[in-house]
Structure formats: C-alpha cells, structure tokens
C-alpha cells in the first residue's frame, strides 16, 4: 500500500515535470517552425520556381539580379547595354504570349511541339528575354541559353526597399520598408502613450481618492480587454475620418492613426506597470522628503519619478512590445502602403499586417509563404529582446531595492 | 507660493489625464453601444447571417466562439494549472523553475500573429488537422497558457507556507496536500485567471484567421474538425468585406457590442469571483 | 473504449464530410458564393456548404491539396497551376459561373468622368500623380489597390497596367468593401472595384481601351453587349473525380434561381 502511493508520488511528480516544460517546449517548436519555414527562402531561385529565363544565346548578358529583372518586366530598363549588354532595346517576353502566337494544334498533342515554338520565337529575336517553365525549354536549340539563375540572397530581403511578393518573374521580397513601419508606428504610439500612461499612473498612486480608484482601475482593465479588432473598428469608422479632417489629408489611413489606436492599445499596460513601480516607493523616502519641505509634486517629480524609473522604463519597452505585434487594429487603418516612410501622416505597412493580410492568399510552401514566416522570425526575434530587456530591467530594480 | 501654485496646475492636468483615459473608454463604449443596441434583439442572436450578410443575425459566429472558448480551455487549462503546481510546489526556487518562469514569460510576450504563423504549420499543416476547431483551440490554447500559468501561481504562492508544514506534519504526502489542501484554497484565483483567459480567447482574431475562422458556414459544427465562424472574425469581415458595406454596417456595430458585451460580461465576473472568494476567506 | 470513441469521431466525420462542401478562394467571389449557398441550403437542407476566402490562388492550391471541394477563381487557372494537377494525375474542369466588370472608381467631388487605359496605367504605376494633369483638380491622386495575390489584383495587372508592376508603396486593402470606404471618404482617391461593390458614394469613371475615342461606362448592360472592356470571367473549378459530390450546387449555381442571384449581387449572369 504504502509503496503503491509512493510510486503515485513518483509518477505525478514526472507527470507534473512534463508539464512544467510545455512552455519552453511550446517556444522551442514555435522557433523551429518559424525558422525552418522562413529560412527555407533563401533556398529558393530568384527566378519564380519551375521557370527560367532564356535570352538568345548572341547576347552576352549571363546573370541579373532580381532587381534588375524585375526592372526590365516593368519596362523601366528598357535597354541591353544599361545592364552590361550590347546596345539593344529589351524585347521582354510572357510565356503566355506564346498562346497567342500560334493556335493550340500547332502547338501540337499535350504541347509537345511548344518548345520547338518556344526556341523558334527565342532564335528570331536577339534583344528577346523570355520568361518561360523549365519543362517546355527549348533543350535542342542552341540559339537559346537559360540565364544563371541565384538563389534569393539575404541582401535582398533586409535590404530590398520593395515589397511585391507576388510578382512574376522575380518576386521582391524587401523587408526593409515594414520593418522601419513597424518601428515607426509603435515609436510614435509610446511618444503619445507615455506622458499620457506616466501621468495617470501618477494620479493613481499618488492623488486618486479611494472612490476615483475604484473607478479608474476597472476603466483601464477594460481598455485592455477590448479586443484588437474592435480597437480596429473603432479606429476605421471613427479615428481615420477624424484624422483626415482634423489635419487636412488626403488620406486618413496614415501611421498617426496607427500610433493613436496603439498608444490606446498601450497604455492600460504602462499605467498599471508605472503605477506598481511608483507603489512601491518606501515610505520613509518620501516622508523625508516631505519632511525637508518640499511640495507634494516636488516629492513626486525629484523622488517617487526617479526611485520608479526602471519600472516605468519596463512599462515602456512592454508597451512597445504590445505596439509592434499588434496585428488586427493596424490593419485596419495604417493603408498598408509598403514604403519607407518619411512622415506621420502617410500610410504604412506593418510586419504583423502583412502577415495577416497576406499568409491567407499564400500558397503552403511556396516562397511567398516562407517570406511571411521569416516575417513571423523577425518579429518574434524583436519580441524576444524586447521581452528579456523587460526582464533584465526590472530584474536590475529588484536588485536595486531598498 | 510660486510652487504651490505650480503643483495646484500640475495635479489639475493629472486629473485631466485621469479624466481623459475614462472619457476614451467611454468615447470607444459609447459609440459601439449608441451605434449597436438597436441592432441587437433576440433575432440578431440567434439566426445565421442572410442577405450577403447584410441582414440576419450571428448565432453561428457566438457558437463558434464558445467552441473555440471551449476548446482551449480544455487544451490549456491543466496543462497550465499542472506547470504551475509544478513549479511552485515541487521545481521551488531551483534554475528549472527560473528557467521555466523565463520562458512562460517569453511565450506570453509572442504576438498574436506569430501564434498564427506557427498554429498554422503544426497544426493545420503539420499534423494535418486543416482548419479546423481542434487547430484553433491548440492555437488559442498555446496563447493563454501563459496566462494561466501565472494566475495559477500567483494563487499558490498567495498560500502560506504553514498550511504545507502543517498538513505534511499530520503525515499527508506531498500530492496529498496539494489536492486536499492547497488547491481547494488557491481554487477561486485559478478560477478567476481562467476566466480572464476566457476573455482573452473571445477577442482574439490573429490567430484563428489561418487555423479555423471561415467566412461564412451558417450550419453549426458537427465535430471538432470543422470549420467554425467566429465573433472576433466576423467583426473584421464585415467591417471590411462585402458587397454593400453600407448596409452591413449595422450588423458589424451589432457584432462588435456582442463582442464587447462578451468580454465585460467576463472581465466582471472575474473581479466579482475575486472579491466573493476573498471575502469568504477572512471570514474563515 | 477510448478507441472507440475516436473511430466514432472520425467516422462521423468521414461520413458528415460526404455532404458537406467546401468552397475557398477569390474574395471577389464571397458575397457571390455566400448567398449561393444560403439559398442552396434553403432549397436542400441536408446539404452544407461553407465559404471560405483566401484569394484565387489560395482556392486552386487548397484544390490541389484535397482541403478544398471547389475552388472559386476570379481568374483562369494558371498554365503552372494545371500542370501541377497534371502530374499528380488529377483532372479539373471548370465552369464559369459569372462575368465580372471592373469598375475604376473616385470620389464624388471628382470633376474627372473618363480616362484612358494608358491615363490609368500611368496613374497606377505612378507616373501621374496629379488630378491636374488628367483634366481634374490640382489634387494629389491617391490609388487604392488590392492585396497582392487577390485575383482582382492580378486581373487589374494584366489588363490595365500590361503586367507592369503597381507603384512602390501603393495603398492596398485587405478586401473590397475597404477600398470602396477609403475612396468615400478621400478626395484624391482612384481604386478598382467588382461591378457588384458600385453604389452612390463613389464615381464609376467611364473608361476607354481605344485611345480615347470611345469611353464607356461601367455597367451592366455594357458589359453585357461587351462594349465595357474590363470584363473577366468568375470560374468555379473542381477536380474531375468529385464530380458528383459538387454536381448539385453547380447544377444549381448554372440554374435560373443561381444566376438571378448572379444578378441580383450585381455580377452579370451567364446566360
């Protein structure tokens, strides 16, 4: 009997063990899918997968960057010798048009005849640069030669200014623009949140009767629990007209509108973690302070303020935390223009509102997909410093403590 | 006298800001309440949307929700009332329990869209549930453990350590005094942080567009495998899809008040549970 | 006994699934395939459909994958997206359910009433960015478009902007409902909509593809005699083998009740 409880005792607390590693087990996968997955795009070719890009073997051009093919299907570089070719002008060709060309029995049975087509139509021309799948080209034409194809570099996406993941032949993925908005929007919405959060926190711990706390402290809790996506439809049916009037725009989905929505968003946070700092203040400090002569407020501007400092320094980088991944309500009124931006009051992309708005339309497995979890990479990295520089600051005010 | 005049301005501008933060909550309420109430009857409650969303009512996104509420409830809540026994009754102060704190921490400064990202390849890609409750449950779950974990032991902590000294002198085990007398008393704070975990899960959006939410499904689930509509999804959707945005803006205000209601309705009974619990105790 | 039980929950499943249809895809589609399917579900009550966007894309590769029972394209299924059935031996066919006109679209106060499809394809690559210099008002032109992979986006691509690239930084909107309020509520604004989302608070602009000579204004009955010229086609697809599990919502869709709510939705019927 007695061992029969003692081996109950040994499995519960195994039991028990398992348990208590869920959590790291949990942030463990959550780095492996993420990672895994996001990496995963710097394997695949610049060039969309399956197809290739072909020019006449006369021309001497043998690799282009990803920026620069895009470029030329734009028809913005539009000429061979402003990429190190011979003086030529740039004739782009969409496998497509191959269908256009020539009617489907010509093209013969299953499109067994298309890449005898596709090598003739590639032969004629000498400026030609045809976008076409790797299974109709042309293997028996010497005239024709495939472009070296690279694997998307890392350059590209940290430091690529744009943003068309869906764009055929050579995606873009630069990340550089929804990462400085991402940090553009969550910088502006503590500029506005801190004075706001730090002053009512103030408020609370050191002016508020009893009564006005009793009011307070429930309001702040239920602007933390309104969820994002109702922030967000308040923010698309009240804050972006509002904004647009009030300043004059020609848009009122801009960054400012982000920022105020995620300075709302923030400050239940900030307030109640300043307020616990401030809180803490020992008494006989600030009664010494009182004692010496001082105001009230001298008390709490020259003691209370500095003694919480780095608590009110965790509510801020915690507030920023809550900014950046904030996903719902920024989608629905930053305009989710991918540029790098240059004011407030223009729209803005974000890491989080991309991932959401675009991980539904991204086929499974597809370079796109992989874009958006190395986003989800990004962003968990950002998080992750954010949360132990948290940890390591108020870890450093217990240490403090007096 | 200069100063005491100062700190007069001063402390009227932080009781304008005191003001202000209630006047925004109110300003957000107020809107969805002035905008939403005359939508809401017992109709809009309980029929499937008509109309190309433009009429009818959401039963099927409030179904859909309390699935999803149900489901991470049964995922996380044992799981992360047994870590925090865990933790707090057996790993004590040792690195694994600072290890373990460390990362609970971390996993609930993850933002919602990564928990997204990641329900969607293990979940529903992975281990192949699709969308689907079950994948969206696990998602949820993962993001309210951390929650659970903290309220869990925060309420064990709160525990005098004579009541363990006490019971195992009396010669209980250790697993003993955990299920007869420690968590009878730490009951209603693990109560109230799952039920704030409760309005956590209701709200959120992030991470149930990839694994669960469907845009239009008026039959009720049938297994946990299905596809479910959710509130939070369904706010979004007709907020911003839709042919005749117009029109459907009734029924996302309507939305967005059950929503609202749902998490005050929560966040209430919460501190009201809070408060009973504690009262009962220093009578005892 | 707990064996049992999830036999009986996959069974169960296995067995609902049977009459249960799903539909993923083209968001343009969803207002289109929602009320499709209430009054499916009105006529047969044993059936179950669900609705599910995503975008275009996302329908065909969850068609592929089996997560999906018809795919509703706002687009023709790409070459590559064939072949990839093709080689893992399975078929689609396609039915077109619907045509769809793009209407290009502008705030009210807009004195602009025509443009050519070079004028927008300026507009929309960002070589205009004045109302000025279109015949309007110095106003900055402000262009909406929609996220990346939605069908429209692409179809928008190919027909107005000749596969061009959009502007860097263009506004883009999770879902059309969105755009039509943004352009609403902003003066400069010029965006792309299905014919279905048109009402009065915004201008549909008359648009010409010859250069100018004839502008033509979006409309049903233009589309209809084929004058308007952004027009496309709104597929459902499905894969060969599962025919007869579909058969009787398509049958319905292709019905005169299917394509009065077509029309009703503001799409134009087939027939």
Redesign the interface.
Known sequence: MKKLRKITEQIVKLLLTVNGGVTSLAILLIIVFLFKEGLGLFKNPSVEKGYVLCVNSANNVERLSSYEIKQIFDWKTTDWNEIGGNAGTIAPFRFEEIFSLYSDEELGEDYSLLPEKLGEVIAKDINIIAYIPQEFFPQNNNAVKILTSENIRFSDFFGGTEWLPTTTPSPQFGVFPLILGTLWISLFAILIALPLGVGVAVYLSELASERVRKILKPAIELLAGIPSVVYGFFGLVVLVPLVQRTFNLPVGETAFTGSLILAIMALPTIITIAEDAMRNTPRAMREASLALGATHWQTIYKVIIPYSSSGIMAAIVLGIGRAIGETMAVLMVTGNAAVIPSSLFQPIRTIPATIAAELGEAPVGGAHYQSLFLLGSILFIITMIISISAEFISRRRQSKGI | MH??I??KI??I???L??I???G??LW??G??VYNGAEVINWTFLTTAP????TAGGIFPAIVGTFCLITGSVVFAFP?GV??A???N???GNTW?AK??R??????G??????F???G???FV??LGF??SIIAGSCTLG?LV??VI?RTTEEALKSIPDTYRTGSLALGA???QTIWRVILPMAFPNIITGLILSI?RV?????PI??TVA??????LP????D?VMAL??H???I????????ASRPI?YGT?LV??IV??L??LLA?FLRKYFAKKVKMN | MKKTILTAIILTTIALGAQAQRIKGSDTMLPLSQKEAEEFMNVNPSQTVTVTGGGSGVGISALLEGTTDLAQLSRKIKFDEKQKFQSNGKSVKEVIAAYDALAIVTHPSNKVKNLTREQLEDIFTGKIKNWKEVGGDDLAIVPYARETSSGTYEFFKESVLKNKNYMTGIMSMPATGAIIQSISQTKGAIGYVGLAYLNQNVKAIHVSYDQGKTFVEPSVANAKNETYPIVRPLYYYYESASENKVKLFIDFVLSTKGQQIVSEIGFISVR
């Open positions: 100063k005491r100062k700190q001063v402390f501008v932080l009781r800001l005191g202000l933060i209630v925004i909550l957000i309420l809107f969805i008509t109309e190309g969303m799981i047994l870590s026994i865990y933790m009754e057996y790993a694994i290890f373990i460390i990362m609970t921490n971390n996993l400064s993850i933002p919602s869209i990564v997204g990202l990641f969607m390849a293990l890609n992975t699709g969308d993962l453990l951390p974990i085990t250790k697993l309005g209701s709200g959120e959006t992030a567009l990839f469907a845009y239009f499904l008026p039959k049938d297994s946990i495998f596809q939070p999804y706010l979004y959707v907020a911003t899809s839709g042919t005749d945005i117009e996302a967005a929503l609202i998490v005050l929560i966040n501190t």
